[in-house]
């Protein structure tokens, strides 16, 4: 499992527009059903396959195919809406994957790249931050949120190494915004 580079993806890849009076509650109670039942039910077709024992069986190891978000919710929705252009912001992401003798990798949590990108969007979506520099306002609120939290970690018993790791993420931060000249005083 490699990759050079980082991968470039945009958010939101699609969009869909559902009219508010076709948004009721039958069809938001059939999307909530619709995605619970996604987030915990395998399809076949979706994992990766390896080659064992001259057998073809699913790859645990490597993250599964999201078509069914990508392609199946995507058509279902358009069903009951129209395709909508909307402001779309890209997310360069490295997937270091770090296994040794482990059966599965550890990767970079999902979780916390579906929360950056809805603070990104929200706040690039925001009226009054529109007219500011392009993710001026969420760099400044991460690098906020970075700095409370090694001062959290400060004061807990981490290890040094993973403190001073800490502040140079936050300090090439602030050092790339002050010389982009983004700093507002």
């Not at 508010?20 to 619709?34: G, H, I, M, N, V």
């Not at 279902?76 to 992401?93: E, F, Q, S, Y």
């Not at 579906?114 to 007219?131: D, G």
């Not at 400060?154 to 800490?166: G, V």
């Amino acid at each position: 499992m490699s990759v050079t580079g980082r991968l470039c993806r945009p958010f939101p890849a699609s969009g869909v527009a559902i009219p508010q009076e076709r948004f009721d509650s039958q069809l938001r109670a059939s999307l909530s059903s619709t995605l619970a039942k996604l987030s915990r039910q395998e399809v076949a077709g979706a994992k990766a396959k390896a080659k064992k024992e001259k057998k073809m069986h699913d790859e645990e190891r490597d993250t599964t195919d999201p078509k069914m978000v990508t392609i199946f919710l995507t058509t279902l929705l358009l069903a009951h809406g129209r395709p909508a252009h909307c402001k779309t912001i890209t997310k360069n992401t490295r997937d270091e994957v770090l296994y040794r003798s482990s059966l599965l990798p550890w990767r970079r949590s999902p979780t916390w790249l579906l929360v950056r990108v809805a603070l990104q969007l929200s706040l690039s979506r925001c009226p009054t931050t529109a007219t500011a520099e392009d993710g001026a306002l969420y760099k400044e609120f991460m690098q906020y949120f970075l700095a409370d939290i090694l001062r959290e970690a400060a004061s807990c018993e981490i290890e040094s190494d993973l403190l001073f790791s800490m502040y140079a993420k936050l300090e090439r931060r602030l050092r790339k915004h002050v010389n982009h000249g983004a700093v507002r005083m």
